[in-house]
């Protein structure tokens, strides 16, 4: 998904004043985030910098790759850290950040009358000969101690001074996926001073370039005078990122210019030194060997991981790298050019592989990409970035009018989500995403062994969970079909540990764990009661091929995994006496204990093998077969000692009865298991749709809304989305007045430390019944409180922030963006997509003219949906499938309209859309 690119009136911001003139068009967009570098930001508060094989935070000492995890004496895998190369940080003897923030009158004297910026910054101190003085305020002067953040932090945090930025300027280029790094650097050993410019009757000048000046002072008569030239300071701009097409490639460089410096003065160096802890000795997570590498000055390491994820293989990884890995490196200032220099890292493992490989080999395949890069140079390499990430911005995005805070916080919720996911990986995500995840935070807390989830400031060991199929993958599925379709690939290629898993708990079809790593495997070690993941895997399913209408795709991948996930639940259900199908807690009473279980297995139709419990000391359970399904009849009397157990997505309610969207989610999947069946000519598809009409949905008559779970009392606390995920994303059909209950119930029962997308649904689920207000309250509330920091990153809890529930918060929480991004497509989009429709009910933020979905698919067609105040324009911007043609109906025209290929039609607003096949 490209970024949006939004127009903004009279925005106001100060970061247009501040900001260098050449970045302030892409602020003014929304496609660039800004701070200035004047004071120490959290660590965490960085932007992810990725393109879904690797990603880093932005200066952060650790990179992480796709499914590369480790263990170390722990039962649970933890993405294993490889360091951090491209983390450069230029050396300065007085760190800028602390210098700007000292008014004139403020300065403590640092220096005796006369000495040289040289001296002064030699002594750690800051030197400014161009600030007012007419009360002899110091030109060198202590800096000051940084303390607070002028940004919205995250959390105050004793940042050390090697930390500390070194740039007057920081910027996220969310439209190339840079994090950029701009500060003028001074010539340590020019003599210009005070005296001597009064004395000698020199005049300083400012020449400024954007609203970045370098400051000299000179006397030039010409180029040829260079005894008498010098080069006071340059200005230095860093630039880091993920490279689009080449996916080992992480690369940052920096360019020098001294254009305003006379020609032929002397040259000097800038230092850059690797950041603390951005090398192969510490924190490693791999034995790590030096080898040699076929690139001048370049350095080449393999590693073996230190332990193996269960159930998995030793990780064999390589680093191949320009940049310094231990000690500082010296590049030149040419007075008169601009010098860019390039410092690529190449980063590689065999975690994909079909077969382990060895160090050695993959050492050889990163060295030779290392070679390659080289060989194309810094100026191509740049280019083919530039081309592949505008080319996917001109393809899909969202777009916002009139609203650059909006347009802002969009962009880098798509931009954290597609850094860490790619097309090309056969793997999905975390809740924080690639860039964490590992022991360490990345403020350095070993999380190691820590009881319950400290790790969680390093995103869940980047951990898979329920977010990814249901929070994350709707959210790029309509612009980016084919991330969704590697996030469904991981599910794919982990279908043998899920029917394991469902095997061990004596169940028929998959059981994905609740958390899991590359092999699929539970990462805990553990069962859990959430069991709804696996529903929300179909519902995933489901919006995949009523997004593409990829008919090969539904027999080969999407009705295999479906009938898995259909067999599961069919064995996981109870049948009660009324012959309906119920998911039930476990109770243990009496003598018997739930520890005391044996299996029975029986054959059923078809030749079926199916796998149920019984309690110790209880005999025959009836078994019903339809299909190839078991339940259990009745089991409240015949199996007294152990029932069954679920928990609800409000996580607060363990160990209930018939929680609502676990159990209109599966039958949503029974209902969609019948459409498949019958689409691809499988038996007995009517037998689905029986099934999904006996299944329990609690309901409170006396209320007249859904109940959260059997039993549960009026005033129950909850945690995060249940009661309205049934409206959106399982799509239930249901009275309003019902669903005004459900949304009204929930709302006033959400506590204040929960995540975020409770609000995203809830904004979609108003936007649906037409109470826009209701829908614009709850979008605010969905980032109000959540979204910290001058690059819009996510935190899984409202601040303060340090605890969520009792563990370290997710940062960057991918989760709530795509809860946050799902709000705009389903909700303000009004976007809905069937088996043979696509519908669309368009509504304006506040505070904007225009929104428009950039690129939207609905099978082989493109398609631009820009609503503005009176109208919705749909154009299909191209339509692969030359077959079928495409048409287009609404509330207030009910005729069929063609959409031709390139052609736009208007329809008043509001009104409802709807686009189908013609």
């Known amino acids: 998904m490209g970024v949006a690119a939004a127009l903004c009136m009279a925005c106001g911001l100060s970061a247009l004043t ?7 068009a892409a602020i003014a967009q929304g496609s660039l985030l800004y701070r200035s570098g004047a004071a120490p930001l959290d660590r965490r508060l960085y932007p992810t910098l990725g393109n879904g094989y690797l990603a880093t935070l932005a200066g952060a000492d650790s990179t992480y790759l796709a499914g590369v995890y480790t263990i170390v004496g722990e039962t649970e895998p933890f993405r294993a850290r490889l360091p951090g190369l491209a983390a450069l940080w230029v050396k300065t003897s007085a760190n800028k950040s602390h210098c700007q923030t000292r008014a004139p009158t403020q300065r403590s004297n640092c220096g005796v009358p006369g000495i040289t910026p040289g001296e002064c910054t030699a002594k750690g101190c800051c030197f400014d000969s161009f600030s007012p003085d007419p009360h002899g305020d110091p030109w060198c002067y202590h800096q000051s101690n940084v303390t607070s953040c002028t940004d ?32 003028t650097v001074a010539n340590p050993s020019h003599l210009a001073t005070r005296t001597a410019s009064a004395t000698n009757g020199d005049v300083d000048t400012a020449q400024t370039t954007g609203t970045s000046t370098f400051r000299s002072s000179r006397r030039v008569s010409s180029p040829s005078d260079s005894h008498n ?25 920096f360019e020098i210019n001294a254009t305003l410096c006379p020609i032929g003065a002397p040259q000097w160096t800038i230092t850059l030194l690797p950041r603390p802890g951005a090398n192969f000795s510490d924190r490693p997570d791999f034995e790590w060997v030096s080898m040699p590498a076929s690139t001048p000055n370049a350095s080449l390491h393999a590693g073996v991981s230190l332990g193996a994820e269960r159930a998995g293989r030793l990780i064999h990884a390589a680093v191949a790298s320009l940049a310094p890995t231990m000690s500082a490196v010296e590049i030149s200032v040419v007075p008169g050019e601009s010098v860019t220099h390039f410092f690529p890292t190449v980063y590689m493992s065999d975690a994909g592989a079909a077969n382990a490989s060895t160090a050695a080999a993959v050492a050889k395949m990163a060295d030779a990409e290392l070679a390659a890069v080289v060989a194309s140079g810094a100026e191509n390499v740049l280019a083919e970035h530039c081309a592949a990430v505008t080319a996917a911005h001109a393809d899909a995005r969202i777009e916002v009018g009139g609203n650059l805070r909006l347009a802002q916080l969009l962009n880098a919720s798509q931009s954290a989500l597609l850094g860490s996911l790619s097309p090309e990986v056969g793997f999905s995500t975390s809740p924080g995403g690639l860039s964490t995840g590992g022991r ?21 060991y980047g951990h898979v969970f329920w977010d990814a199929d249901v929070w994350m993958l709707p959210a790029v599925l309509p612009f980016t079909p084919d991330v ?13 540990a899920a029917m394991a898993i469902a095997a061990a708990e004596h169940r028929n079809g998959t059981k994905w764990a609740w958390e899991s790593a590359y092999t699929g495997a539970s990462a805990t070690g553990a069962d859990n009661q959430e069991i709804h993941l696996q529903a929300g895997i179909g519902l995933a399913l489901r919006q995949y091929y009523r997004v593409t209408q990829d008919k090969a795709w539904l027999a080969e991948t999407g009705w295999p995994l479906l009938a898995q996930i259909v067999t599961f639940f069919i064995s996981r259900a109870t049948t009660l006496p009324d012959s309906s199908l119920a998911l039930l807690k476990v109770r243990c009473f009496g003598r018997y204990s739930c520890a005391l279980k044996v299996s029975s297995d029986r054959k059923v139709g078809g030749g079926h093998t199916c796998h149920f419990s019984r309690c110790a000391l209880t005999h025959f359970l009836a078994v019903k077969s339809i299909l190839f399904e078991c ?37 949503a999947v029974l209902e969609w298991a019948a459409i498949v069946a019958t689409t691809l000519g499988e038996p007995h598809p009517e037998q689905y749709a029986a099934l999904a009409a006996r299944v329990v949905i609690p309901f409170d008559a006396a209320a007249g809304r859904h109940a959260e779970y059997t039993g549960a009392p009026a005033d129950l606390r909850i945690k995060q989305a249940t009661l309205t995920m049934v409206p959106y994303p399982v799509m239930r059909p249901m009275l309003p007045s019902v669903q005004r209950a459900d949304l009204v119930y929930e709302a006033g029962h959400i506590g204040d430390e929960g995540p975020a997308m409770t609000h995203s649904m809830l904004a979609i689920d108003w936007l649906a019944m037409g109470n826009v207000s209701g829908g614009r309250a709850e979008f605010l509330r969905a980032y109000a409180s959540n979204v910290v920091g001058p690059f819009n990153q996510w935190m899984e809890c409202p601040l303060p922030p340090d605890f969520c529930q009792g563990h370290r918060p997710a940062t960057n929480f991918l989760t709530a963006a795509g809860g946050l991004l799902q709000s705009v497509i389903y909700g303000f989009g009004g976007v809905r997509y069937f088996d043979h429709n696509l519908t669309l009910r368009p509504v304006l933020l506040s505070n904007t003219f225009s929104l428009t979905l950039r690129g939207l698919r609905w099978g082989g067609a493109v398609l631009d949906i820009t609503a503005t105040a009176p109208m919705v324009t749909v154009e299909v911007r191209r339509n692969s499938d030359s077959n079928q043609g495409l048409c287009l109906t609404s509330d207030w025209n009910r005729s069929f309209t063609p959409l031709g290929v390139g052609a736009a039609v208007e329809v008043p607003l509001p009104s409802e859309v709807t686009v189908v096949a013609c």
């Open 440 to 460: 360490w935070t990345v403020d350095g807390v070993d999380t190691h062994g820590g009881r319950g989830y400290p790790e969680g400031g390093s995103s869940y």
């Open 484 to 496: 969704a379709a590697a996030m469904i690939g991981y599910r794919q290629r982990t279908l043998p």
């Open 229 to 253: 030239s010098w080069c006071g300071e340059a200005m230095v701009e860093q630039r880091t990122f993920a490279h689009a097409t080449r996916a080992s490639l992480l690369v940052t460089q």
């Open 152 to 183: 919205p932090c995250l959390v105050s945090v004793a940042t050390p001074a090697s930390d500390l930025t070194w740039a007057d300027h920081e910027g996220f280029d969310m439209a190339s996926g840079s994090f950029l790094r701009r500060g």
């Open 631 to 667: 339940a259990l009849i009745s089991i409240s009397n015949l199996c007294r000692g152990c029932v069954l157990q679920v928990q609800s997505p409000n996580e607060y309610a363990a160990g209930i009865d018939n929680d609502v969207y676990t159990n209109a989610a599966f039958a």
């Open 18 to 24: 501040t900001a260098p003139e050449d970045w302030t």
